[in-house]
C-alpha cells in the first residue's frame, strides 16, 4: 500500500473525528444479570414459561425472565449472552444487540465469526472474495447446510453477481442484505429440537430483531451518522442508520422505525487463472521441435483483474406491536433491503493457448512436474497475425439483489396451562442483472510474451509485448461481444404456522410441557428470462472502437504483489454502454438463453411433537417433526430426456433446446433429544442427538449449464438429487467459572446421508465458437460436472475460553477443529479443518475497545469446470474503539481488514496436481460514527 494512501486514510479520518459521526445504543426491556454477577438460570412463573431458547419468541420471554438490568455495554451483553447460553437445553451460541454495536462489524456474518464453529466466507459463487463477508456456515460444512431464520421464519434472499443468479444458486442466505443494526439478537442452535423449522442439516442462525414493547421508555429515538473510507479506491461514502420507537403508557401498543442507508467503495484487486490449464499434444508444433514438452500442462490464460463497485445498501423495517387483551399479542413486521451492486470488471489476459501449441518464438523454459512453470516467447513477424492477448471488459450497471419480508404473529395465553402462537407471512427475494455491457479484443498480435509461476503462495510474473497502456495493438476479430441480461431471479415462499404448549402442573414422570405445532410453506426460487448477447453489425471495425480511455491505478501491481504489464488501459463504463446499445444484438427471440431459464417449486408441510422435561439438576427434550415435501422442477436442455414436455423449439442462437419437468415427493420423520445436567452450579454437561435434512441446492436440482468452447468442459444439474439427512451426535462440558467467565468443550459428529457431490459425464452440446467460426452448427463432447449423492461424515472438537480480567478487560479465544470426507476421501464443500479466532477489549464508563482475529484455514469451495478448487487459509485482523461523549451522544471507530489479506484461491487436479486459480487483494475500510440516542 502506498504512503499516500495511508497518509489520506489519516486525513480523512481525523477530518470525520471534527465533523462528527454514531451507533444508537439498544435500551429494550429484555435483561441481562449485571456485570458484577452471574444472573441466575430463568425461573418461569409458570411451567408455561420454562421452556427457552428455540424459536424466537420464547427466546424473548426467557430474556425478559432474566432480570430487570437493561443490557448496556460490552461486559453487560457479554453476561447476557451466557446467561442465555447457560439455561438453554438445546446447544446455542448467543450474541446480543449490545455486543454486535461494539464489535468489528458491519454485517450479521462479520458478527457470527468469533463464535466457536462458525465459518464465514464472501462469495457464493466463483466470484471471488471480497471484503464483506456474505455467507455464513456451520461445524466445517457448506453455507447451504446452514438454516437462516429471521423471528423464527425463512426469508427470502437474492444474489447481486450474476453467476450467483444463474449458475451456482444455493440455499444460503446474502448475509450482505443483513445490517447488524437492526438485530436484537442472534442465536445460533447447534443442536436441534423438533419445533425448530426444519432446512439446517449442520444447525440454524436465527436473527432476532426488536419489539416495540421491549423498549425501556416510551419514546426512544436512535441514530448514526458516519462514514466509511476504502483505502484501495481512495475515497469515502456515507453511513446512516436511524430508529425511533414510541408505546404508549399501558404498554399495551407500540410502534418502531427502522432505516438505513449506507454507500461504499469497492475495489479489488487480482490475478485469474481463467480457463485452468491445457494439454501440449504431442502433434503440436512445440513438442516437435521440444520432446520434451509433449504432454506437459500449460496455464490457459493469466489476467490482471481490476474490479470496482460502488455499494448502496438502503432499507428498514416497521414494526407494530398491541396487546388488545392482558393474554393475547398482536405483532405485524415489515422489513426491506435493497443492495444496488453496479460493478465494472476488468481482465487483461496473457492468452497462452493461441501461441504455447505453435511454439514459435520459444527462447526458454522451465518445466515443474508436468506443468510449464515459465517460458518466454520473443515477438515473431508471420503471415498471419497471433493474438498473445485476450482483453475482457464487463460492466454491469442494475446489478442488485433485496430481501423483503412481511409477518403476522400472535401469542394468545389461553389459560395458565395452554398457549397458542401462529405466524402467517410472506417473504421475497431478487437478484437482478439488468445488462451486462462487454469487450472482448484480441490484441497483441506476435508480440511476444513471458510469464514465471510463483506456485500457489503469490500471484505470477508476466509480461507481453506492444504497448499496454493503450488500445493501439487491438485485433477485434480475435474478440467478442457476450454477457447474459434482463436477468430477474426471484426467491419467493408464503408460509403459516400454528404452534401450541401446554404446562403440566406436576407429573410423575418429571414431564413439564409439550409442544406441538404445524407448518405449510410454498417456496420457488427461478429465473424466466436471459438475453445472451452477442456482436451484430459492423462490430470489429476499429473506427467503431471508442476513442478515449483510462488506466488502472499506478499501484495495482504493488498492492497485489506481481510484477506484471502496466500501465493498463481501460474503456469508462459509458463508452462500453454506448458501444453495446450499437453492436450487441439483444433480440429477445433468437438470442434467448435457455440454458439459464429454471424453476424450483416446494411445497412443504410439517408436523412436530415435543415433550420437554425438567428435574432437580436436570432439563431436556425429545420429539419428532414429520416433513413431507413436493418438487416440482422445469429447466431446459439441449437433448430430449425422458423429462421433455415440450421440444425441440428452435429459434434460439443457443440451439434448440427441450423444456423439462420433473415432479418428485418425499417425506421424512426427523427426532431430535437434548439433555442438560447440572453437576455443580457452575458445571454443565449437554448431549444432543439428532437427525437433520437439508433439501439440494437449486442449481443442483435445476441449474444452467456454463460451458468452455476451449476446453469442452462444463457443470450441470440433476433434478433427481435426494435431499441431505445428518445424524448428528453432541457431546459438551461448559464450565461457568466466573462473572463473564467460560471454558467449555464440545465434541460433535455427523453421519451424512445423501450429500451432494459432483461427478463427471461427457454429454453433446452445441460449441458456440466452432460454431461461428464454421458458419454453421457444431457439436461436440463436453466433459460436464454434474452433482450427484453420496455419503460422508463430519466430526469435531470445540474449544471455547472467555475470561475477564478485573472489572473493565476481558479475553475470549476459540477453536474448533473438523474432518470432513465424502465417499472415496473427497473433500467435503466448507470444511476447514482449523479455525480459531482471538479476540480482546477493555470498556469502562468512558472508553471501550475491541481488537479480533479471525482465522480458518484452507477449505474446498467447489468445481471449477472439472478441477475442485480451494480457498487457502486466511486471517482477519478487526479494531473497533469508542468513546461516550455524555449520556447521549457517543463516537465509534471500526477497521476492517486491518492485515490487508489476500484471498488465495488454487484448484486440484488429478493429472497436474496443485496449482494457482486466483489471487485477490480487497484493501483496508475505515468506519467512524458518531450516536445519538435518546
Same mark, same amino acid.
Given at each position: ?530 438475453? &445472451? ?86 432439563? &431436556? ?314
Amino acid at each position: 500500500m502506498s504512503n499516500r494512501k495511508t497518509l489520506l486514510a489519516a486525513s480523512i479520518i481525523a477530518g470525520l473525528c471534527l465533523s462528527g459521526s454514531v451507533y444508537a445504543d439498544n435500551a429494550p426491556a429484555t435483561a441481562s444479570a449485571p456485570a458484577t454477577t452471574p444472573a441466575p438460570a430463568a425461573q418461569p412463573a409458570t411451567a408455561a414459561d420454562s421452556q427457552d431458547n428455540t424459536q424466537s419468541q420464547a427466546d424473548r420471554a426467557k430474556a425478559k425472565q432474566l432480570g430487570t438490568v437493561t443490557v448496556v455495554g460490552i461486559r453487560d451483553s457479554e453476561a447476557e449472552s451466557l446467561n442465555l447460553k447457560k439455561s438453554a437445553d438445546n446447544i446455542v451460541e448467543v450474541i446480543t444487540a449490545e455486543d454486535i454495536g461494539k464489535l468489528p462489524a458491519k454485517n450479521v456474518a462479520d458478527t457470527l465469526a468469533r463464535l466457536p464453529g462458525v465459518n464465514i466466507s464472501s462469495s457464493s459463487a466463483s466470484e471471488g472474495g471480497f471484503d464483506e463477508n456474505d455467507r455464513v456456515s456451520l461445524r466445517g460444512t457448506n453455507p447451504s447446510m446452514t438454516q437462516t431464520l429471521v423471528n423464527g421464519h425463512t426469508v427470502g434472499t437474492g444474489d447481486w453477481f450474476v453467476l450467483s443468479q444463474v449458475q451456482t444458486v444455493g440455499r444460503s442466505v446474502s448475509y450482505s442484505l443483513l445490517p447488524s443494526e437492526v438485530v436484537d439478537q442472534v442465536v445460533v442452535h447447534k443442536s436441534s429440537e423438533a419445533k425448530q423449522q426444519e432446512g439446517g442439516s449442520a444447525g440454524t442462525v436465527d436473527i432476532i430483531t426488536r419489539k416495540p414493547l421491549e423498549f425501556a421508555n416510551p419514546i426512544t429515538a436512535q441514530a448514526s451518522i458516519g462514514a466509511v473510507y476504502s483505502d484501495l479506491p481512495g475515497d469515502t461514502k456515507p453511513q446512516f442508520n436511524g430508529l425511533f420507537n414510541w408505546k404508549n403508557s399501558d404498554n399495551t401498543f407500540g410502534a418502531m422505525l427502522q432505516g438505513f442507508y449506507e454507500e461504499r467503495s469497492l475495489q479489488r484487486n487480482g490475478q485469474e487463472f481463467v480457463g485452468g490449464f491445457n494439454q501440449i499434444q504431442a502433434t503440436d508444433p512445440v513438442a516437435k521441435a521440444h520432446p520434451d514438452l509433449a504432454g506437459v500442462y500449460y496455464p490457459n490464460l493469466i489476467g490482471q483483474t481490476l474490479f470496482t463497485q460502488t455499494r448502496k445498501r438502503e432499507g428498514g423495517m416497521i414494526d407494530l406491536e398491541w396487546k388488545p387483551l392482558d393474554n393475547l399479542t398482536l405483532n405485524l413486521d415489515s422489513f426491506y433491503s435493497n443492495l444496488k451492486a453496479d460493478n465494472f470488471n476488468r481482465n487483461y489476459m496473457l492468452w497462452s493457448s493461441q501461441f504455447v501449441p505453435g511454439g514459435v518464438g520459444l527462447q526458454s523454459y522451465t518445466v515443474g512436474g508436468n506443468v510449464l512453470k515459465s517460458a518466454t516467447f520473443a515477438p515473431v513477424t508471420a503471415s498471419t497475425t497471433t493474438p498473445y492477448g485476450v482483453y475482457d471488459q464487463i460492466s454491469r450497471p442494475g446489478a442488485s439483489s433485496s430481501s423483503a419480508y412481511t409477518t403476522l404473529d400472535a401469542e394468545w395465553r389461553a389459560n395458565d396451562h395452554l398457549t397458542f402462537t401462529g405466524m402467517i407471512g410472506t417473504t421475497k427475494g431478487k437478484g437482478n442483472s439488468d445488462n451486462q455491457n462487454v469487450s472482448e479484443l484480441g490484441f497483441a498480435g506476435n508480440a511476444g510474451a513471458s510469464w514465471d509461476m510463483n506456485g500457489t503462495g503469490r500471484p505470477s510474473n508476466w509480461s507481453i509485448g506492444g504497448d499496454n497502456a493503450s488500445p493501439s495493438g487491438i485485433i477485434p476479430s480475435a474478440g467478442w461481444i457476450f454477457g447474459d441480461q434482463d436477468i430477474h431471479v426471484v426467491d419467493k415462499e408464503n408460509f403459516y404456522q400454528a404452534d401450541g404448549e401446554y404446562a403440566f402442573d406436576s407429573s410423575p414422570i418429571f414431564l413439564n410441557t409439550l409442544d406441538f405445532g404445524l407448518r405449510y410453506s410454498d417456496h420457488t426460487r427461478e429465473n424466466k428470462t436471459d438475453i &445472451g448477447q452477442g456482436p451484430t453489425g459492423d462490430w470489429t471495425n476499429p473506427a467503431n472502437y471508442p476513442t478515449t480511455w483510462s488506466s488502472y491505478p499506478s499501484s495495482f501491481n504493488s498492492d497485489l504483489g506481481v510484477n506484471g504489464p502496466a500501465p493498463l488501459w481501460y474503456y469508462s463504463e459509458g463508452a462500453l454502454a454506448a458501444f453495446n446499445a450499437q453492436f450487441a444484438n439483444r433480440d429477445p427471440v433468437t438470442r434467448f438463453n435457455w440454458q439459464n431459464i429454471y424453476r424450483v417449486n416446494e411445497k412443504d408441510t410439517a408436523a412436530y411433537m415435543q415433550a420437554n422435561f425438567a428435574g432437580d439438576r436436570w432439563s &431436556g427434550n425429545f420429539g419428532v417433526r414429520y416433513v413431507y415435501t413436493k418438487e416440482d422442477i422445469t429447466y431446459n436442455s439441449g437433448s430430449q430426456s425422458s423429462y421433455s414436455i415440450a421440444g425441440p423449439i428452435t429459434g434460439s442462437a443457443f440451439g434448440p433446446y427441450y423444456i423439462n419437468n420433473y415432479n418428485n415427493s418425499y417425506d421424512r420423520f426427523l427426532p431430535s433429544a437434548n439433555l442438560r445436567f447440572n453437576l455443580t452450579d457452575d458445571l454443565l454437561a449437554r448431549f444432543a442427538a439428532s437427525q437433520t435434512m437439508t433439501r439440494p441446492d437449486y442449481s443442483a436440482l435445476a441449474g444452467s449449464y456454463s460451458l468452455d468452447d476451449l476446453t469442452h468442459t462444463g457443470s450441470g444439474g440433476n433434478p433427481q438429487l435426494k435431499p441431505l439427512v445428518s445424524t448428528n451426535f453432541d457431546l459438551s462440558m461448559e464450565w461457568y467459572f466466573a462473572p463473564r467467565g467460560l471454558v467449555s468443550a464440545g465434541v460433535y459428529n455427523m453421519a451424512l446421508s445423501n450429500y451432494v457431490n459432483f461427478g463427471n459425464e461427457s454429454l453433446l452440446f452445441k460449441d458456440q465458437q466452432a460454431s461461428n467460426t464454421a458458419g454453421h452448427d457444431v457439436f461436440s463432447t463436453y466433459l460436464v460436472s454434474v452433482p450427484t449423492n453420496v455419503n460422508g461424515n463430519v466430526k469435531g472438537v470445540e474449544l471455547n475460553y472467555i475470561q475477564p480480567i478485573g472489572e473493565n478487560w476481558g479475553v475470549q479465544t476459540n477453536y474448533t477443529y473438523a474432518q470432513g470426507h465424502a465417499d472415496n476421501d473427497k473433500p467435503l464443500q466448507g470444511t476447514s479443518k482449523n479455525t480459531y479466532n482471538l479476540s480482546a477489549f477493555f470498556e469502562n464508563a468512558d472508553w471501550n475497545a475491541r481488537i479480533s482475529y479471525t482465522y480458518r484455514s484452507s477449505f474446498f469451495d467447489g468445481v471449477s469446470r472439472t478441477d475442485t478448487y480451494y480457498q487457502a487459509g486466511i486471517g482477519n485482523l478487526a479494531f473497533s474503539a469508542g468513546y461516550n461523549i455524555n449520556s447521549w451522544m457517543s463516537v465509534h471507530f471500526d477497521a476492517m481488514n486491518l492485515n490487508n489479506p489476500t484471498l488465495k484461491y488454487y484448484t486440484l487436479s488429478p493429472i497436474y496436481g496443485k496449482q494457482p486459480d486466483a489471487f485477490y487483494v480487497n484493501g483496508r475500510q475505515y468506519y467512524l460514527t458518531l450516536n445519538f440516542k435518546m
